[in-house]
């Protein structure tokens, strides 16, 4: 049985969050009642012009460094000419021969490995409207709000060798486009989108196999199973003596099956030819060089500091980094000095993003600041609460607010960590608990836990259970 | 003389002297219309009421004493692939027949600011595609000075007009001579701007690298004082520039002593009419009486310009076209099935023959695997144009030439030799393939006592020069609309 290699490479669009649309002034905007975001620019009517809008360069050449591209100083405006009802003017304004980037990277980590996959360009470009389709009346209406949103489109080199590595390539974008501010990356929305390339080879071959392009990919784990899927069609077609049609496939995720859109021969032929109406952009290689300062650190980098240097464990790592608020949040509560990163992790990751999930909010919304979330955590270090009080404490705050030390207080939730006392209570139940002390010395591990749970119920909860853990441990053993 | 027999500069003056109203002016242009047109055939659509609103506020405004632009309460032809808010703009095509643009394009916008009185909306070939107006939807244009003939085109209507006295001044657009070689034929001035002089927004795109819209007037004064109103910047329009436009009317000057005038030796060939040929080589000498310098000079890639120029075009109007698709606005076909079937009727039905042979040839020359043999290829000819022009002008300030090897034909004489009447472009395509500034104005009759234009073509932004030296030629040769 011949062994194969899937090779896949993703072309990402990604909706800018612009103030305005791409070529002309109107609302860039989601969910508007249809046809208001709209002027004759962006609906075609005959006369009307495209004017560049500077911002969506910036934004590109923003994603551009981030993603270590060359940025093209000179680049160049093409149409890109096909009929569709949602295309008004029947061309796209978009890049083709002289795009703004070009041969960057992208490292990410996937199943643990930290993974590169080469950018082979980013382009900007406008989106088309949308079409709704009305099953039953057997119509079809247009929502021109869309057309002109500006679209960054990001293309990767074929280095990308399985669905997984696939799926975390496309969150190491998200996450960037959501660490620049330059997308609100609401798949559901559509303003993140993904056509996946598929091929595969024999192992150990250095050629490319036939390519399928699988369009209507709506979700990264759709991204998953369409990569599946057509890596296991591909390869029972070789398999089986075919050959792999060079095809555009819509991919169908309710069926779990692609089929043919376009073959070969009935490609479509853009004529692509330069945009007259957009003189090349040119832009200022000193301008260019300056956004790189509002380059934030990325994922990524955050991902290798938080494990190498600060111990978390690689996936923790990842959850948190994955978010810019997340990771604000950690940082700015690892910065005040006073905590341990772990536990940072741990609260944002449990009791916060559960909250946050609840309530249908985000970490910008909800009341904890780093000092608070911080002083939480130094209080249980320290012994002066317990873990599960620090959660309470938390949720309180997250719900209504409040200061620390006051909701401790009132909740009366210190826990008592004086030695002597501890010592005290772990005696009198040791003292009255001999079956379980023989018990332990018979062997029984659980007695051990049993006796603890007994000192901390004695007293009513409020005893440093690690306190008691370790007074508990000494005593037996000196039993 | 009536009213409307007047010129622009004229009229503006006497409506300073108060020796008529704007009212009555406007009149008087109304009543030449209904007396001519049904024969000339110039209009689409004749803005009555917007005229007559405009001159009463003109006249209005004049016994307030308020300061006016000199062009105020002047009639002006607007060629109907220009947009004019709330008034149809047809292109003269099926596929626009209703359209009404819900926007002004900045050229309307700058007449209706000065005041300009609108009468209507002029005739042209479909989608400016024609050098006839015969390939209007409508009906043919015919030339006012004989009716047999073509009025040349694309704006063969606002020409007409002007010369008809239908209007005073005309607005026309001018992709590879359509505002020139009508002006030329009805024996009126017409004149393309350097590329980026006037903003394209709103004017119907034919070949965006070459669209640009030009006056069209009885004088060489008038037809400067209309250019010095439309140029200007417009941030709407990426291609217009930044430049400050002179006032080209009060510059005038017919002091051409010294002025280096360039006859390019492929020019004069056995395609050139005889009578054409004498009348233009008869400006020439005068000219030189009156001080010029000839020089011959020579454009190498002559012979290439018309092939090169309607594959480039063709190919930017295949794609400007395609948004008539029968979706938002315009025709649609009455009967269809899916999608693609209303698109390929509703064009297929809403565009004439010369609209469709055009889309034809500008699909085919982008299409892949033909893309490199014709279009590329026409490019790299066009910077050989340019090159060679930029060259010849460091020796010479203006160019001359005919505007059209032949003069005004007989309606129907070219109806079925499409590629014949390409071939009659070849004076007018080079100032639009490079952009240059290039002027049409009366230079004598051919033997039908048809009338005969030179053109002047110059540097970039040289409007000034070409004015002068066509005011020149007005001066010598004299005319029907010579300043006394």
């Not at chain 2, 219309?33 to 609103?53: H, M, Q």
């Not at chain 2, 001035?189 to 709103?202: E, F, H, I, M, N």
């Not at chain 2, 043999?373 to 010479?396: G, H, T, W």
């Not at chain 2, 032949?406 to 499409?418: M, S, T």
Request: hydrophobic share 35%; aromatic share 6%; net charge negative.
């Amino acid at each position: 049985m011949k062994k194969y290699e899937t090779v896949i490479g993703l072309e990402v669009h990604a909706e800018l969050n612009t103030r305005s649309k791409i070529y002309c002034s109107c609302k860039n905007a989601f969910g508007d009642e249809p046809n208001t975001n709209v002027c004759p620019v962006c609906m075609g009517m005959p006369g009307t012009l495209p004017v560049l809008n500077e911002k969506v360069v910036e934004y590109a050449v923003r994603m551009g460094h981030a993603l270590n591209c060359k940025i093209n100083c000179n680049s160049r405006m093409a149409r890109k000419n096909y009929f569709y009802p949602d295309l008004p003017k029947a061309f796209q304004i978009t890049q083709a021969d002289m795009p703004l980037c070009e041969d960057g990277w992208l490292e990410f980590f996937s199943d643990g490995e930290l993974k590169k996959t080469g950018i082979e360009r980013i382009h900007i470009e406008e989106d088309a409207g949308k079409l709704i389709h009305h099953a039953q009346a057997g119509d079809s209406l247009i929502d021109y709000n869309r057309c002109g949103v500006p679209l960054i489109e990001i293309v990767t080199r074929p280095d990308l060798r399985s669905s997984a590595e696939a799926k975390s390539f496309l969150e190491m974008i998200r996450s960037v486009l959501l660490y620049l501010g330059i997308s609100d990356c609401k798949m559901q929305e559509g303003s993140v989108r993904c056509d996946v390339n598929v091929s595969v080879r024999e192992e150990g071959s250095d050629t490319l196999g036939t390519r399928c392009e699988m369009k209507n990919v709506n979700s990264f784990s759709g991204a998953v199973r369409a990569i599946e899927y057509e890596s296991a069609r591909q390869i029972k077609l070789l398999s089986s003596g075919g050959a792999v049609a060079q095809e555009t496939r819509r991919w169908d995720d309710a069926k779990g099956m692609s089929h043919v859109m376009r073959s070969k021969e009935d490609a479509q032929d853009y004529r692509y030819c330069t945009e007259p109406d957009i003189p090349p952009v040119k832009i200022d290689r000193q301008w260019a060089e300056n956004l790189k300062s509002t380059i934030p650190e990325l994922p990524c980098e955050k991902i290798k500091r938080y494990t190498s240097l600060l111990g978390l464990p690689e996936t923790e790592a990842g959850l948190i980094a994955g978010e810019p608020e997340r990771a604000a949040l950690f940082d700015e509560t690892y910065d005040i000095g006073d905590c341990t990163p772990k536990n940072i992790a741990n609260m944002i990751l449990g009791n916060i993003m559960k909250y946050v999930n609840d309530t249908g909010t985000c970490i910008a919304e909800i009341k904890i600041s780093a000092e608070k979330l911080s002083d939480i955590i130094n209080r249980m270090e320290n012994g002066i609460i317990s873990n599960l009080s620090g959660r309470k404490v938390l949720d309180e705050i997250m719900k209504n607010g409040g200061s620390v030390d006051e909701i401790i207080k009132e909740k009366g939730l210190a826990q008592n960590s004086d030695p002597e006392y501890i010592e005290n209570i772990v005696k009198n139940i040791i003292l009255e608990n001999q079956k379980s002390v023989n018990d332990y010395k018979r062997g029984k591990k659980n007695a051990e836990g049993y006796l603890v749970g007994q000192c901390i119920k004695v007293s009513g909860g409020k005893a440093n259970p690690g306190m008691v853990a370790e007074a508990v441990k000494k005593m037996l053993k000196e039993i | 003389m009536r009213l409307c027999e007047n010129r622009a500069f004229e009229l503006s003056e006497m409506l300073r002297r108060k020796q008529c109203s704007a009212g009555e002016i406007c009149e008087d242009v109304l009543n030449k219309i209904k007396e001519t047109d049904s024969k000339i055939g110039a209009y689409v659509t004749v803005t009555e009421e917007l005229a007559r609103k405009n001159a009463a506020a003109v006249d209005s405004a004049l016994a307030s004493g308020e300061e006016l632009h000199p062009l105020a309460g002047i009639p002006i032809a607007v060629k109907d692939n220009i947009s004019t808010k709330g008034i149809k703009t047809t292109c003269c095509s099926k596929m626009l027949e209703n359209y009404i643009p819900p926007f002004n394009a900045a050229v309307t916008e700058k007449i209706c600011a000065a005041g300009m009185t609108i009468v209507g909306k002029t005739n042209m070939d479909e989608f400016a595609m024609g050098s006839s107006t015969e390939k209007s939807f409508f009906h043919p244009t015919r030339n006012p000075n004989n009716t047999d003939y073509v009025p040349g085109g694309s704006s063969g209507g606002s020409a007409a007009a002007a010369a008809a006295d239908s209007t005073i001044l005309g607005l026309g657009s001018d992709t590879g001579g359509s505002v020139r070689q009508p002006a030329a034929y009805c024996g009126v001035v017409g004149l393309k701007p350097t590329y980026g002089s006037v903003s394209r927004y709103g004017l119907v795109a034919f070949a965006s690298s070459f669209d640009q819209i030009g006056p069209i007037g009885k004088c060489v004064r008038d037809t400067a004082m209309l250019l010095s109103l439309i140029c200007g910047h417009d941030k709407r329009d990426s291609t217009s520039v930044k430049r400050n436009h002179p006032d080209y009317a009060a510059a005038l000057s017919d002091d051409i002593k010294g002025l280096r005038i360039g006859i390019p030796s492929e020019y004069f060939g056995d395609n050139v009419e005889d009578s054409v040929r004498m009348c233009v080589i008869n400006a020439v000498k005068e000219y030189e009486k009156k001080g010029a310098v000839i020089k011959e000079i020579s454009i190498p890639s002559a012979e290439y310009v018309v092939s090169a120029y309607y594959i480039i075009s063709s190919a930017e109007a295949s794609s400007n076209l395609s948004r008539f698709d029968g979706v938002k606005y315009g025709f649609r076909a009455g009967e269809y099935g899916g999608i693609s079937d209303m698109t390929a009727k509703t064009r297929g039905e809403g565009f004439g023959e010369e609209v469709k042979r055009r889309i034809l040839l500008g699909t085919f020359v982008l299409s892949s695997g033909y893309y490199e043999a014709y279009y590329s290829r026409a490019k790299k000819i066009q910077n050989l144009i340019c090159r060679d022009f930029s060259d010849a002008l460091e020796d010479v300030d203006v160019i001359v030439s005919p505007a059209s090897p032949v003069p005004a034909y007989k309606i129907g004489e070219y109806i079925d030799q499409p590629t014949k009447m390409y071939r009659n472009d070849i004076f007018t395509v080079t100032a639009n393939i490079t952009g240059l500034p290039a002027v049409s104005v009366p230079c004598g009759t051919d033997r039908n006592g048809l009338p005969v234009g030179l053109q002047l073509m110059g540097g970039r932004f040289c409007e000034q020069t070409v004015l002068n030296a066509a005011y020149a030629c007005e001066k010598i040769i004299g005319g029907k609309y010579e300043e006394i």
